[in-house]
């Protein structure tokens, strides 16, 4: 098949449409965690698109899914440099909300290369979510799936205190539509799914050695998604996502999970 052909083919793809949050994140990759008022060599240091919905459109798009991000963005630098980055990936940014007020968010991030963890403080700034009449402008004709992160995170099951992923489905899925999936992955635990017809599990596939687990669980979704997108069962997706996550966490950013 001709790369022309190609070409046009995934243009009239119907894509997935990821909506949230899109930050930049320094990150700084050091040896060791730092002790608090020292100074500190970092191994190295780089820029890169961050947020939720903007690295699960990443990883999308290196899987070979046709995705859009929607989102808001303050005019300047940072967001010139996001936004080239999103179309060196492919991923639609028509739907970029541009605000007139506010700065688009920022993340430090410390990567500990000792053992894989990462440290993340984010600027919270005042820069307007995307609202209901933003939504509305979108020709919901040029897309298959709208990703809402609507997964529950390790984080906000341990904020309603469930101590497991299992918990997690189980205690939170009287709250979803009648007929939904609810998904929690839990790191190395793996991850769990509740549904119409039962729960589910799949371990995890950890790599080698822990290189940067920075964005592995957005990892985790955008394989999830990409699965489910593809006809896979819902067991079949857990396990491709933690098998995807793995292999991110083995490595630093994301190029190199496939």
Known sequence: MSAVRTSKMAATEKQILCVGLVCLDIINVVEKFPVEDTDTRCLSQRWQRGGNASNTCTVLSILGAPCGFMGSLAPGRVSDFITDDFQSRGVN?????????????????????????????????????VNSEDFRK????????????????????????????????????????????LICAWAEKGADAMGPDGAFHSNAFPPEKLVDTLGAGDTFNAAVLFSLCNGKSIQESLMFGCQVAGRKCGIQGYDGIV
């Open 93 to 129: 940014i028509s739907n970029i909300v541009w605000q007139c007020v506010g700065i688009t968010p920022c993340a430090c991030c410390i990567v500990n290369h000792s053992n894989g963890s990462r440290t993340v403080i984010l600027s919270d700034t005042n820069l307007p979510d």
């Open 138 to 181: 979108i020709d919901l004709s040029l897309y298959k799936w709208i990703h809402w992160e609507v997964f529950v995170s390790k984080d906000v099951a341990r904020h309603f205190g469930f101590n497991s992923a299992s918990e997690a489905v189980k205690g939170l899925y009287s709250r979803v539509k009648p007929g939904a999936y």
